[in-house]
């Protein structure tokens, strides 16, 4: 059962627009949520997060909102840039229960073309 | 945050013998985990490395498959054993640092392909 979902595979953006990627999850115990990107042969790299006391979090072109009463949250990137092309997963945990333990979506391809 | 290197970056293995893959860092960390991505799926939490005690598994994941150990704060190996095609996959070795944000810092991965 999968507790955090990105319904959309795959997204195009033309540079200097901006992006969104849309991430849903079904436990309402969820208190933390991270974005982490991911290129080729390479680990994930945190990019930011967000603790469901805000609503928005913000750093530089990148900023997460969270939408508790939807179970939704998204990460806007503005502008986007051709090296903003990787794999982003959304993530989100328990802290209060499950120390460290992360539910992953299966991950947005952001293509960011010229 | 932690820099984490993983060793062997990526491997072709025959069924049926086991790999294992050594997960290093540079610093003192609190939690230690291992998962794995599957072609086209997400992050699977395989198991939480435990210093000094047996890993925790997650569900669908068992010792005599995976065994883990973690020796000290900044190593830790997992191995894939009796392994068949279906265990191909990246094998991501993590940690969290200390402090309140429980964010976690992935190493590079381990790519392997089972034939």
């Known amino acids: 059962d999968q507790q955090v979902k990105q319904n959309s595979p795959s997204l195009s953006v033309q540079e200097g627009r901006i992006s969104i990627l849309n991430c849903d999850y079904t436990?309402?115990?969820?208190?933390?949520f991270l974005w982490y990107k991911k290129y080729p042969a390479e680990g994930p790299t945190f990019l930011i997060s967000?603790?469901?006391?805000?609503d928005k979090n913000e750093d530089g072109r990148f900023t997460v909102f969270l939408n508790k009463s939807a179970k939704h949250l998204s990460l806007h990137i503005v502008p986007s840039q051709p090296g903003d092309s990787a794999v982003y997963f959304c993530?989100?945990?328990?802290?209060?229960?499950?120390?460290?333990?992360?539910?992953f979506g299966r991950g947005t391809q952001l293509t960011v073309w010229p | 945050s932690a820099v984490i290197s993983q060793k062997p970056s990526r491997d072709i293995c025959q069924r049926g013998t086991s790999l294992t893959i050594q997960c290093q860092v540079d610093?003192?960390?609190?939690?230690m985990f291992w998962y794995r991505q599957q072609p086209g799926q997400s992050l699977t939490l395989i198991a939480t490395?435990?210093?000094?005690?047996?890993?925790?598994?997650e569900s669908g994941f068992v010792i005599d498959k995976f065994p883990i150990s973690r020796p000290n704060l900044t190593f830790s190996t997992l191995t894939v054993s009796n392994m068949s095609p279906e265990d191909s996959s990246i094998y991501l070795c993590?940690?969290?640092?200390?402090?309140?944000?429980?964010?976690?810092?992935f190493g590079p991965g381990t790519r392997l392909t089972v034939t």
């Open positions: 993590s940690v969290t640092t200390v402090g309140d944000n429980y964010e976690q810092y």
């Open positions: 436990n309402s115990m969820f208190d933390y």
């Open positions: 967000i603790s469901s006391i805000k």
């Open positions: 993530a989100a945990s328990d802290r209060g229960s499950t120390l460290g333990r992360l539910y």
């Open positions: 610093s003192q960390v609190t939690m």
């Open positions: 490395a435990n210093q000094g005690s047996e890993a925790t598994y």
